[in-house]
């Protein structure tokens, strides 16, 4: 058969990803903190969009309060003094105060000097007839110009964190100790390189041998600078590992003893809760090494990180629920989490009226529909994620009402297919975003939960609900009752559901619980701690108590 070229027409259906359509995707699954820097860039770029910071009522799915009409100027009032008849402004002092002005008396700081007879620092310490002229860029940065900083409004809009002390460094706060506690310049330089050497921990990332090599001085000279570095504040800076960090601080509460020095170089034994062979090698009791653990979880095995200078961003909910007057729910969508724009129509009837160019018109006719575009778009946000948590709130309804025992297992497709969206949709409007409840503040996606199977064809658990089953089993155990993993899942099954071993296993790690030999040693442990005398050892010394 010859191969030849010829034209084949064929009708399909696909889609079509245009720019606004991608965009409008990429729109939905923003969170509340970039969804704001997207709107201040579009504002930056857009002349016709402006933001209504109208604040005040919350609103309701039926009533969002999104308004795409710009108020007119003259319907604006600006907040100026009443204007008489004759279009002077109301003074009570009348022609008084024109008089006065026109009197001719100089308010400069010169004739002032002249008739008090003095300087006019010694009057008046700031003198009002002075003005610092600064340039237009700098007026702004600084509070004391006469432009619109914190002297010339009266204190109204100043800015505290503008002028906030810069946070300190972990860097910075071991410089300022280094300068008291050597006093050799040439310790000092040698100290500063070790301080250069910490890692957001605190701890001593750094080659001896190099740094004595590369300073022409012997190791144990630096190591001597190391042990003075060690006592500075907080205590457990340059620790080469976690037994030395931990040690650092227990020196600094006097708690250090030959027993806490065992116990810290067998940290390997204490993490396996391996009580039995820490009581040969420290020669203690059960009372004692249970009071070493609890002086040990109540330090910071990483001291440096309290000079991190990362800020949280706080969680913004994007959707309330709360129970009505007839019991029912009401959803609202968070106005402080829903942007509100606004298109100056006035001024784009303005503009357009004017002479302008070709190129005017077509960058003007582009705005206006860029302002619309986004309009609508944030409608449509708003209303998809209402309708998400609408139907979240309806499945979820008994989680609501008496906790998360009462989770039901959810997935993206259910929700989907309820509410008439594609799954991919959902996914989008589910990420990042918060929901508030009397309950508190949930991700939406932490209703989303895998199905357990259930005994004898009942209904399904979702998987939340029973790690929170587990952990309420393990809460309830005793000493000489410690659940295994296989225990776990035959009570489990008794409450109707069907598990497996492993998948208790992951969920209990999942939660941080040790296993059940770790458990039964610590819980015997404490068991025989609170049956003796508690007065031996290092427990009299730190003076806790167990029971």
Known sequence: MALSAKLDLRQTQALVMTP?????????????????????????????????????????????????????????????????????????????????????????????????????ENIFPDDPGTHDFIAGDLASQWKSSSGDGYLSTGGEGFNLEQVTATPETLRGHVAEQIIFAFASAGDRLIAAELADHLDESGYLRADVEEIAARFGVDAKHIEKLIAILQRFEPAGLFARDLAECLSLQLRAKNRFGPSMKILLQNLDLLAKRDFHSLKKLCHVGDADILAMLQEIQHLDPKPGTAFSSGIADSIVPDVQVDTASDGSWRIELNPDALPRVLINNSYYATIAKT????????????????????????????????????????????????????????????????????????????????????????????????????????EQHSSQSVRHQIKQLIDVETPDDILSDDTIVDLLKEQGIEIARRTVAKYREGMNIASSVQRRREKKAQASACKGDGKSGFIRHVGVEFC
């Open 20 to 120: 606004l359509l991608m965009q409008s995707i990429r729109l939905l699954q923003l969170t509340h903190i970039e969804l704001e820097q997207f709107i201040e860039q579009e504002i930056e770029k857009n002349p016709l969009l402006e933001r209504d910071d109208t604040t005040g009522e919350h609103f309701s799915p039926d009533e969002r309060g999104f308004n795409t009409d710009r108020i007119s100027g003259d319907e604006r009032e600006f907040g100026r003094g009443a204007v008489g008849s004759d279009g002077e402004a109301d003074n009570p002092l009348g022609g008084q105060a024109d008089q006065w002005l026109m009197s001719g008396e100089s308010t400069s700081s010169g004739s002032m000097s002249d008739t008090f007879d003095s300087s006019l």
């Open 355 to 458: 002479k302008t160019s070709p190129a005017e018109k077509t960058f003007l006719s582009e705005c206006l529909q860029s302002a619309n575009w986004l309009t609508r778009s944030l409608d449509q946000r708003a209303q998809t994620i209402l309708k998400v948590a609408g139907e979240i709130v309806r499945q979820q309804e008994q989680f609501l009402r008496h906790g998360v025992a009462y989770l039901k297992p959810l997935n993206l497709r259910n929700v989907a297919d309820a509410i008439g969206m594609h799954e991919s949709t959902v996914s989008r409007v589910t990420a990042n975003k918060y929901m508030l409840t009397k309950r508190g503040v949930f991700e939406l996606r932490y209703f989303f939960n895998a199905a357990i199977a259930a005994t004898e064809g009942g």
